[in-house]
T-cell receptor
Framework: SQTIHQWPATLVQPVGSPLSLECTVE??????LYWYRQAAGRGLQLLFY??????ISSEVPQNLSASRPQDRQFILSSKKLLLSDSGFYLC???????????FGPGTRLTVT | SQQGEEDPQALSIQEGENATMNCSYK?????LQWYRQNSGRGLVHLIL?????REKHSGRLRVTLDTSKKSSSLLITASRAADTASYFC????????????FGAGTTVTVRA
């Protein structure tokens, strides 16, 4: 069966520090991968999605970037965090051409 | 940007009662999905309804879709304490069903 992992689960980082969040999927190949951010009490904002290795689409111009170095690995990064980067970051995957998204457990990021 | 808008924002009901929440959206869609999120966790897919379907059932869940009004409803019958969660609708546009747009969600509290 398929499993999606995210780490770390929680992170507290000072303003101006770098960021690296990792997401990996097991039990499937060539998934579509997604990064979302959720502000407190709000819906999900799509940040990036990827349909293959090295293929990244950015939805919102911002302080973040994403990379997909391997088929089932998706990384969210920042060189210098802003206070506004605080939130709950969720990774999700879909099978190719399938509409259902499967979410990881999320990373709670607090920028201080 | 968020296309779906859920109504109400919050709902409190007694165990055993039914819970109904609505979702409105703006553009033509390929499908509409409902997800549940327990506090501090990732989202879990509940049900998908395609644009050519009007009603769908899954266990205690009933979803309707009215594409002429660009709206959907989710009914949870005979609610249980375990149904306490936030519920989100998500739409996949005809132009690109890789990308889901999520609403802000309805927070449901089921009182024992």
């Amino acid at each position: 069966s398929q499993t999606i992992h995210q780490w770390p689960a929680t992170l507290v980082q000072p303003v101006g520090s770098p960021l690296s969040l990792e997401c990996t999927v097991e039990g499937t190949s060539n998934p579509n991968l997604y990064w979302y951010r959720q502000a407190a009490g709000r819906g999900l904002q799509l940040l990036f999605y990827s349909v293959g290795i090295g293929q990244i689409s950015s939805e919102v111009p911002q302080n973040l970037s994403a990379s997909r170095p391997q088929d089932r690995q998706f990384i969210l990064s920042s060189k210098k965090l802003l206070l506004s980067d605080s939130g709950f970051y969720l990774c999700a995957w879909t099978a190719d051409k399938a509409p259902l998204q499967y979410f990881g457990p999320g990373t709670r990021l607090t920028v201080t | 940007s968020q296309q779906g808008e859920e109504d109400p924002q919050a709902l409190s009901i007694q165990e055993g009662e039914n819970a109904t929440m609505n979702c409105s959206y703006k553009t033509s869609i390929n499908n509409l999905q409902w997800y549940r999120q327990n506090s501090g966790r990732g989202l879990v897919h509940l049900i998908l309804i395609r644009s050519n379907e009007r009603e769908k059932h899954s266990g205690r869940l009933r979803v309707t879709l009215d594409t002429s009004k660009k709206s959907s409803s989710l009914l949870i019958t005979a609610s249980r304490a375990a149904d306490t969660a936030s519920y989100f609708c998500a739409t996949a546009p005809r132009s690109n069903d890789y990308k889901l747009s999520f609403g802000a969600g309805t927070t449901v509290t089921v009182r024992a």
